[in-house]
């Protein structure tokens, strides 16, 4: 399976848009982005893998091209694996990324900076309509901290302080967190499952 010429990033997340875009830009391909005719997609499955095939099924449908998706999670060891694939909703269905983060910090309550490892883990999926799907995943070890730092990235980032480093994901330049990130590991998995197949 190659490449596609045309790609929908099944997606209406902008910091998640630039960041695939900025990913994938060696990719020869034309990107279409969000617009009126994405449809709404709940994220009702129990797993990465469930949530980007419904979103990236739902795109490529309604636009008949090959679409991608990602859906992605924190996974907190001393919260049993929790938010996982209900990370944007860990607040609530409508909780910003404030409030995740929010929620994240008062369950660490508590627990010693030692206890608090965690990854982040994505799972990257092509559907092209009519043919097999393709996934790849990508994981980021890390360790946590209580008091936020840093202005880039999104939702979990200004907490997250990726293995082998001394800054938070929020600290990072883009470049470098696209380079170590799950997002960026599941995509680079996900282009090489493509060129090998």
Known sequence: MTIPERLAIASRNPGKIREILAICADWPVEWLTADGRWPEVEETGATYLENALLKARAVSAALGIAAVADDSGIEVDALGGAPGPRSARYAG????????????????????????????RCVAVLVRPGEDEVSAEGICEGLLVTKPRGTGGFGYDPIFVPAGWDVTMAELEPQEKDRISRRGRAFRALRDVLRST
């Open 93 to 120: 269905d409508a909780a910003t990324d404030d409030q995740n983060l929010r929620t994240l910090i008062a369950a660490l309550s508590g627990v010693p900076a030692s206890g608090r490892t965690a990854r982040y």
